[in-house]
């Protein structure tokens, strides 16, 4: 057993499936001697090599397109973009080519990789270091989408990631890198299914649904409210393409209070999505509305990088709509 | 590509081995190793490269072909791709059949070089020029750049001098764009003809074996179309398939929904 940041934890889980299977390589901007701008792709180089640590050319769209071509011919890429921001040059490769080889060549040609992005604000990135484009990927058929919270989440859907037979688009939240230390299993085949969400504390009186970077402050917010007596009950997604309707629906109707919680400009969000699927379902069964907590509609600012994220103060605001509803 | 499994394609029928998934002229067989094109212009490009780096990787010995329009290298993936194949030294020959324009826009609106091919040496590899409608030229040419990335010794840009004599689409009136003596100038450079007339030098041709040929491939074309038409419509569940290898539980519901 070892404790490690979640960047530690991408580090050593990129080693554990390289040593596993021969067919995975990594590729992308300052990936080798560097080791990524981040550190999550330190030391590979000095193990592997340049043939399995493939500096590419400052290009997203090589970068991605490439790593499709690599899969086609049967490796297992995982391409790291700098950051989330920086994928829109090599969008189209993702979009159109990526996420419809399988269908548009009716299963003759697939393409198995993973395309990792750091990704969310709270580290003053100003509007291209720290966005959140998760919906434009779950938008997207043909794409899988993994946004997880924690070092050993990190690891388990990384692997299952690695080892999927589609595209998966696997966003890392950059400001919670380095932000808790966890102990990571042994086992190099613990993995954790795409498609399953967590719950993360157990309670009756109002379910709050997050992912990625938002889990930090949702997480506050729940302390605070058990500290005023309340009972929130958090779920934490992990996966959003496919996403855990089954365990969301349960909980909220058994709860019939739902706040979601994600940084993410609010309009057509991919909360919008889960908040609409619960409308949809459990109407009847709702005690208030669903309610969003947001990401503001504006550019991610620089000088309002802490106001612009939904903090536990906006959360627990909303919590206590949804109570008074 | 069979012709059957070619029409197939365009009619959207069964006999696609990509089931009826995209428009006419995007045919794909894993079986023949040619890849699925996506309608985005150039998007194949790093695809490509990526491909061809896998097979020096691993050590293959195979060799990638590439093939695009005069149009196709004015968009960033060109540029992306061909770079990156150029610094990994890829076993990848480029080839642009250069046919002067993308639909209505001529080549000196794409690019303000004299030809595609001097493009090659940006990127640290060869640029050839060809007639491309003589069909030895060209078999030459590609003969030796193959045989180059074979031996490991890098990338090839082929420019291929090309002309289309109809419209870009059949919803598309040529004659607002060029003269129609311009069409019949590459007309008279046909590569048929050109062939047929070299082949009769030779001895190795004449009208009758011209029309056994004809009357073989008119055969071969009505049988596959018939071929192609008979293997049926792909049902419409087939739409919620091939999306990922496993069909989701959300898909599931939607075919539910529409199927009843």
């Given at each position: 057993?070892?404790?490690?940041t979640?960047?530690?934890?991408?580090?050593?889980?990129?080693?554990?499936?390289?040593?596993?299977?021969?067919?995975?390589?990594?590729?992308?901007?300052?990936?080798?001697?560097?080791?990524?701008?981040?550190?999550?792709?330190?030391k590979?180089y000095?193990?592997?090599?340049?043939?399995?640590?493939?500096?590419?050319?400052?290009?997203?769209?090589?970068?991605?397109?490439?790593?499709?071509?690599?899969?086609?011919?049967?490796?297992?890429p995982?391409?790291e973009?700098q950051?989330?921001?920086y994928?829109y040059?090599?969008?189209?490769?993702?979009?159109?080519?990526?996420?419809?080889?399988?269908?548009?060549?009716?299963?003759?040609?697939?393409?198995?990789?993973?395309?990792?992005?750091?990704?969310?604000?709270?580290?003053?990135?100003?509007?291209?270091?720290?966005?959140?484009?998760?919906?434009?990927?779950?938008?997207?058929?043909?794409?899988?989408?993994?946004?997880?919270?924690?070092?050993?989440?990190?690891?388990?859907?990384?692997k299952?990631?690695?080892?999927?037979?589609?595209?998966?688009v696997?966003?890392?939240?950059?400001?919670?890198?380095r932000?808790?230390?966890e102990?990571?299993?042994?086992?190099?085949?613990?993995?954790?299914?795409?498609g399953?969400?967590?719950v993360?504390?157990?309670?009756?009186?109002?379910?709050?649904?997050?992912?990625?970077?938002?889990?930090?402050?949702?997480?506050?917010?729940?302390?605070?409210?058990?500290?005023?007596?309340?009972s929130?009950?958090?779920?934490?997604?992990?996966?959003?393409?496919?996403?855990?309707?089954?365990?969301?629906?349960?909980?909220?109707?058994r709860?019939?209070?739902?706040?979601?919680?994600?940084?993410a400009?609010?309009s057509?969000?991919?909360?919008?999505?889960?908040?609409?699927?619960?409308?949809?379902?459990?109407?009847?069964?709702?005690?208030?509305?669903?309610?969003?907590?947001?990401?503001?509609?504006?550019?991610?600012?620089?000088?309002?990088?802490?106001?612009?994220?939904?903090?536990?103060?906006?959360?627990?605001?909303?919590?206590?709509?949804?109570?008074?509803? | 590509?069979?012709p059957?499994?070619?029409i197939?394609?365009?009619?959207?029928?069964?006999?696609?081995?990509?089931?009826?998934?995209?428009?006419?002229?995007?045919?794909?067989?894993?079986?023949?190793?040619?890849?699925?094109?996506?309608?985005?212009?150039a998007?194949?490009i790093p695809?490509?490269?990526?491909?061809?780096?896998?097979?020096?990787?691993?050590?293959?010995?195979?060799?990638?072909?590439?093939?695009?329009?005069?149009?196709?290298?004015?968009?960033?993936?060109?540029?992306?791709?061909v770079?990156?194949?150029?610094?990994?030294?890829?076993p990848?020959?480029?080839?642009?059949?250069?046919?002067?324009?993308?639909?209505?826009?001529?080549?000196?609106?794409?690019?303000?070089?004299?030809?595609?091919?001097?493009?090659?040496?940006?990127?640290?590899?060869p640029?050839?020029?060809?007639?491309?409608?003589?069909?030895?030229?060209?078999?030459?040419?590609?003969?030796?750049?193959?045989?180059?990335a074979?031996?490991?010794?890098g990338?090839?840009?082929?420019?291929?001098l090309?002309?289309?004599?109809g419209?870009h689409?059949?919803?598309?009136d040529?004659?607002?764009?060029?003269?129609?003596?311009?069409?019949?100038?590459?007309?008279?450079?046909?590569?048929?003809g050109?062939?047929?007339?070299?082949?009769?030098?030779?001895?190795?041709?004449?009208?009758?074996?011209?029309?056994?040929?004809?009357?073989?491939?008119?055969?071969?074309?009505?049988?596959?179309?018939?071929a192609?038409?008979?293997?049926?419509p792909?049902?419409?569940?087939?739409?919620?398939?091939?999306?990922?290898?496993?069909?989701?539980a959300?898909?599931?519901?939607?075919r539910?929904?529409l199927?009843?």
């Amino acid at each position: 057993m070892s404790k490690m940041t979640m960047v530690q934890a991408i580090a050593r889980t990129l080693d554990e499936e390289m040593a596993r299977d021969d067919r995975v390589v990594v590729v992308g901007e300052d990936v080798g001697k560097r080791g990524g701008v981040f550190l999550a792709t330190e030391k590979l180089y000095a193990k592997y090599g340049p043939d399995r640590v493939i500096d590419s050319p400052l290009s997203e769209a090589a970068v991605i397109g490439a790593a499709l071509g690599m899969a086609v011919h049967g490796l297992r890429p995982v391409a790291e973009i700098q950051f989330a921001d920086y994928v829109y040059p090599g969008f189209d490769q993702l979009v159109s080519q990526a996420a419809k080889l399988r269908y548009r060549s009716g299963g003759q040609f697939t393409a198995p990789m993973v395309v990792r992005m750091p990704a969310g604000g709270g580290v003053k990135g100003g509007h291209h270091h720290s966005q959140s484009p998760e919906a434009h990927f779950v938008h997207t058929a043909g794409l899988k989408v993994v946004f997880p919270s924690t070092p050993s989440d990190t690891r388990g859907l990384l692997k299952s990631a690695i080892r999927d037979e589609d595209p998966v688009v696997f966003l890392e939240p950059k400001r919670l890198y380095r932000a808790v230390k966890e102990e990571l299993s042994d086992d190099p085949d613990d993995l954790i299914p795409i498609g399953k969400a967590v719950v993360r504390r157990q309670g009756d009186d109002v379910v709050l649904i997050s992912y990625g970077g938002s889990m930090a402050e949702t997480n506050r917010a729940a302390d605070a409210l058990v500290e005023q007596g309340f009972s929130p009950h958090v779920m934490d997604l992990r996966s959003l393409a496919p996403w855990d309707e089954t365990a969301v629906l349960e909980a909220v109707a058994r709860v019939g209070r739902v706040v979601l919680v994600s940084e993410a400009p609010r309009s057509a969000s991919f909360i919008s999505e889960v908040a609409a699927t619960i409308a949809e379902e459990l109407l009847d069964q709702l005690l208030a509305p669903p309610l969003r907590v947001a990401g503001f509609d504006t550019p991610y600012p620089y000088a309002q990088d802490r106001e612009y994220l939904p903090g536990p103060a906006r959360i627990m605001k909303a919590v206590q709509r949804a109570l008074d509803y | 590509m069979p012709p059957a499994e070619f029409i197939g394609q365009a009619m959207g029928t069964l006999a696609d081995p990509s089931r009826g998934r995209q428009m006419p002229y995007h045919a794909a067989s894993k079986e023949l190793n040619i890849f699925s094109v996506a309608s985005p212009i150039a998007s194949h490009i790093p695809p490509a490269a990526g491909a061809a780096i896998s097979m020096k990787l691993r050590g293959t010995g195979e060799v990638a072909i590439c093939t695009f329009g005069d149009g196709a290298t004015s968009e960033g993936d060109w540029h992306a791709g061909v770079n990156f194949a150029g610094v990994q030294g890829a076993p990848i020959v480029f080839v642009c059949q250069n046919n002067r324009y993308a639909i209505s826009v001529g080549f000196e609106k794409q690019t303000a070089s004299d030809n595609v091919h001097v493009k090659a040496h940006a990127y640290g590899m060869p640029g050839y020029y060809v007639d491309g409608m003589d069909a030895l030229a060209s078999y030459y040419v590609m003969r030796d750049v193959v045989q180059r990335a074979r031996d490991g010794i890098g990338p090839s840009l082929v420019e291929m001098l090309v002309y289309r004599y109809g419209g870009h689409s059949s919803a598309d009136d040529d004659s607002v764009y060029r003269p129609r003596a311009e069409v019949e100038a590459w007309r008279k450079r046909d590569p048929l003809g050109r062939m047929r007339r070299f082949l009769e030098r030779r001895g190795e041709w004449n009208d009758a074996a011209e029309e056994a040929a004809r009357a073989e491939i008119d055969a071969l074309i009505t049988d596959a179309l018939q071929a192609a038409e008979a293997a049926g419509p792909v049902p419409t569940s087939a739409m919620f398939e091939d999306v990922f290898a496993q069909v989701p539980a959300r898909l599931q519901q939607e075919r539910a929904d529409l199927l009843g």
